[in-house]
């Protein structure tokens, strides 16, 4: 008996009818077997690619999710910006309000000052402060007589160059001039009735400038002799220094040799440089840049007229008015007379720093093409006293180092007894400058520069960072008038009050 079964297979492409009999499979079923096992291989890898999409569209919605979160969300870990653990340093903004506060200020004050003094400013009495007697200028001409130890220098380093002198005979010579410098302007000053103090500070820093210079002038060819007797050829890096290279780079600036230094044009060009350590050959600038030279007179020229003004309207009034309270020994009011007198001179010496060694001087090395115009470095930002005195003035701080910080050491003098030896020095020449101009010695500046060593090491010691600034700062604001009230009340008791008593 036959039994016929028929299967029917749909498909996507038609039907196909499967007919058999006793059990057995025609050739047209296998190959429509074969078909429907491809096409169920081919559903299930749509079917998983379908979940792969699937899995794919719910990682990205939960991605949009967490985005969302993200967005939502408005803290992150940070720290203040006035904290120093943020990293935060653009303070301009404050800058410029410190900027404009003080400006404001002191507006204030000059606007009270002009109500009630009126105005003090007069420029023919700054003729008076160097002129008593209009027919002499003694300080003028103790400046042009310097030229008589500037020869005497020369002429005696030409002469132990060639061998007429010994060395022993050549110190001594030296000895003499260097101690002549310091003593002649001394008697001067104080025989000479006519010299009045404004003149005698400025001849006693032109001659206390000299002495440095031919101090260094003498140590430098000291040592180019005894280079020479040991028969080097070529200078010390500290001696001479590099070649500089014009700007086109076709001229080269000739270098000089020891003794063919000892000339007039090298001694006076040394004398004239904005330096006080001697070198055979300076490192010269190519060109004079004429818009730069002009800034520099320019800035010379306002600023000096700009402190006369101060000097005369803020801070001689200041300085009248103090004098009661010293008299009478009021310290509630010699203390508020000190602290508005801080503020004026403070300024008043911050416009002479900027005057003398960045404006003067950058005019007198770039009208001698001296190159090196390194006259201060950020004192500004000393976290110590050492750092100040170190970088506020760097000429004086180089020839400290050069000519008797390292010597000192070389001959076995301890660190801590050099610096306090540099300190003594500096402190003499302070005195100096001060007490014989004035033609009274009281040791204010001697004992203002000595407290400077206690002070340095309890700042050293205990206040660093930003405490160790501000107190660099106030000792530079209240130190100055504390020895300017002290010199004046003084030189009132001695020159104005009691000739008036008399």
Known sequence: MNIMRRTTISGGTGVVTLKAGNGSR?????????????????????????????????????????????????????????SSASGYSNYRGILNWCVVMLILSNARLFLENLIKYGILV???????????????????????????????????????????????????????????????????VLLVD????????????????LFLKLYSYKDVNRWCREMRQARARTLARSLSCPTVQRSNGSAVQVQVSYPGNLTHRDIYYFVFAPTL???????????????FLLRRLFEMVFLMQLLVGLIQ?????????????????????MIERLLKLAVPNHLIWLIFFYW??????????????????????????SETVTYFWANWNIPVHKWCLRHFYKPMLKRGVGKR??????????????????????????LWAFMGMMVQIPLAWFVGQFLKGNYGNAAVWISLIIGQPIAVLMYVHDYYVLHVQRPATE
């Not at 003398?356 to 930002?381: C, I, K, P, T």
Request: charged share 25%; hydrophobic share 45%; with cysteine.
């Open 313 to 333: 309207q803020w801070m001689v009034p200041t300085i009248q008015n103090s004098m009661k309270p010293f008299q009478d020994m009021d310290f509630s009011r």
């Open 26 to 82: 025609s050739a047209a079923g296998d190959v429509t077997d074969g078909t429907w096992k491809d096409r169920k291989r081919k559903e299930d890898k749509e079917h998983g690619a379908s979940i792969k999409e699937k899995e794919k569209e719910r990682v990205k919605e939960k991605g949009k999710h967490e985005v969302s979160g993200d967005a939502l969300s408005c803290h992150k870990l940070q720290e203040s910006l006035l």
């Open 277 to 291: 350590c001697y070198e055979l050959n300076f490192p010269r600038s190519p060109r004079i840049r004429k818009r």
């Open 194 to 209: 006519s010299m009045t103090p404004v003149g005698a500070v400025f001849a006693l820093a032109i001659y206390t400038i």
């Open 122 to 188: 007069d420029p023919i009495q700054v003729v008076s402060l160097f002129l008593k007697d209009p027919y002499s200028w003694p300080a003028l001409c103790l400046i042009i007589f310097s030229n008589v130890f500037i020869m005497a220098a020369l002429y005696t380093e030409r002469r132990l160059s060639v061998g007429t002198f010994g060395e022993h005979l050549g110190a001594f010579l030296y000895l003499v001039n260097l101690s002549t410098i310091l003593c002649l302007p001394v008697a001067i």
């Open 417 to 442: 007894a050099a610096q306090t030896a540099v300190f003594l020095v500096s402190a003499f020449f302070h005195e100096y400058l001060v007490s014989v101009p004035l033609k009274m010695f009281r």
């Open 356 to 381: 003398f060694f960045h404006s003067s001087m950058n005019f007198v090395a770039e009208l001698m093409q001296f190159g090196d115009r390194e006259f201060y470095r950020d004192w500004w930002n």
